[in-house]
């Protein structure tokens, strides 16, 4: 019985196998997903303050979304008083032996304009754009500051993306090839030569996702999501064993850049690799072009130990024209009237609105020119971010400062800013400082100001 059994089965299986069909692989139809809806293109629609960065979202091809303000500017760098005020900040850098580098990135619609669709390549003229940026680089070197030509870049192509296609950061590749062009320009300068070499090796040590600003923005508008870009993840470390920041008490070299420095792109171990030197990193992410800057400059690693070299890496956008930013920098080169002696000085306590906390007077009245002399302003309080404040002038006028440092960098409640030096203000003579509550000056909150001249190398 067991034996019929089994013949049956036998069968029964021959019968099924062949009238069973025989089934091709599965295929499928792939659309493309996601385009823009209209509202994008209407500027009312970025009423946020993170809408605003991203006005107006401009669909590509092959999934690609570029920013019309930031990506396809033609038109770059800082106005005339923007160009005088980074020479001072390059001056005043030098005296204390340090050369300035600026990393000044091309934009993404310049870098990435094979990406446009026709209707922005009818608005949007590449060509000038180049040449903009080239004069722009130009005008940098013009003024003595080491630029590296990232313009070599545009249209190298390859398979890899400089940029990711939905976000405003550069890949991995695009901070690798970045950091080689910048280690060409930093080679041939003088200041170079002494550094001590060091080799070093970078390795792939994963992938990882990227989540996109501009697909995120893009899903606040239209409510549809984007799926996340991958790219390879770098380590860079020294031959031999060691970190690549193990001699960073004394950096020869450092950098201080914005997200784009972030260890997860690896410009720095790229840099490092290039250069055959130790590079300290001291870039601070969602900082902008100022954060490692006001964080960096009057820190213990730059006071006691100016590098030779400071790389700044910077985006196109990045508003190099507001005078406040080089007001505040350029004194801090010196760090503000630390280890200085001040000509007015005194501490308050905020118990209402505002309050006095410098007075140029007492009987007779200082002949303190506003061009010449510097604020160092600390609350007692270490978080206070935002400050703001009348100065006021022997003959009448006022000026009302307004600072508000970003939540990325850490300024221990401090500002320094220089009094005005513009034509009509320099000659002003200081009066009195009258400090201001803001909602993160509590009542009661001590502060100390202290009014000094400027340090060496600080003048225009």
């Known amino acids: 019985m067991g034996r019929q059994l089994r013949r049956w089965a036998l069968a029964a299986a021959a019968l099924l196998g062949a009238a069973a069909p025989v089934r091709a692989e599965p295929t499928y139809v792939v659309e493309r997903c996601c385009d823009l809806c209209s509202r994008a293109a209407s500027r009312d629609a ?86 903009a940026y080239a004069g722009t680089l130009e005008r940098f070197r013009a003024i003595g500051i080491t630029v590296p030509d990232l313009g070599q870049l545009l249209g190298e192509g390859g398979a890899e993306d400089f940029f990711y296609r939905g976000d405003h950061h550069w890949t991995p590749a695009g901070a690798r090839r970045t950091a080689q062009v910048t280690a060409e320009a930093i080679r041939r300068m003088p200041a170079f030569a002494g550094i001590p070499k060091k080799a070093f090796t970078t390795e792939r040590v994963g992938i990882w996702s990227k989540r996109g600003t501009l697909h995120k923005a893009a899903a606040q508008l239209c409510g549809h999501g984007y799926p996340d870009q991958y790219a390879p993840r770098f380590v860079t470390s020294a031959e031999g064993g060691g970190d690549l920041f193990a001699d960073a008490g004394a950096p020869q070299v450092t950098l201080v850049g914005t997200s784009n420095s ?7 171990g790229f840099l490092a690799e290039a250069l055959g030197v130790e590079i300290l990193n001291e870039s601070v992410a969602g900082g902008g072009h100022e954060g490692a800057l006001l964080r960096y400059l009057p820190g213990t690693a730059f006071q006691r130990s100016p590098p030779k070299i400071l790389v700044w890496e910077l985006e196109p956008y990045h508003n190099l024209s507001k005078s406040m930013f080089y007001r505040q920098v350029i004194p801090l080169v010196q760090d503000g009237c630390a ?122």
């Open 46 to 131: 970025y009423t946020t303050r993170f809408l605003r960065s991203f006005a107006t979202l401009v669909q590509g091809r092959d999934g690609w979304l570029f920013r019309s303000d930031d990506d396809l500017r033609t038109r770059f760098g800082p106005d005339a008083q923007g160009y005088a005020a980074l020479k001072r900040l390059r001056g005043a850098l030098k005296a204390r032996g340090t050369e300035l580098v600026m990393v000044y990135q091309p934009p993404r619609g310049l870098m990435h304009a094979d990406k446009l669709p026709a209707a922005a390549r009818r608005h949007y003229d590449a060509g000038a754009a180049r040449a």
């Open 262 to 268: 972030d260890s997860a792109y690896n410009f720095a």
């Open 339 to 460: 280890g200085r002696r001040p000509v007015l000085s005194r501490s308050a306590t905020l118990k209402g609105e505002s309050a006095e906390v410098l007075f140029n007077g007492g009987g007779a009245v200082q002949t303190l020119r506003s061009r010449d002399h510097v604020l160092d302003v600390r609350f007692g309080d270490a978080g206070v971010r935002e400050f703001k404040a009348t100065v006021w002038y022997t003959n009448g006028s006022k000026e009302t400062l307004s600072i508000e440092h970003s939540d990325y960098a850490e300024t221990g409640g401090r500002f320094v800013v220089e009094l005005r030096d513009d034509p009509g203000w320099g000659e002003r003579v200081f009066l009195s400082l009258d400090v201001l509550r803001t909602a993160d000056v509590k009542p009661g909150a001590t502060v100390s100001a202290q009014l000094c001249a400027r340090g060496p190398g600080t003048g225009a």
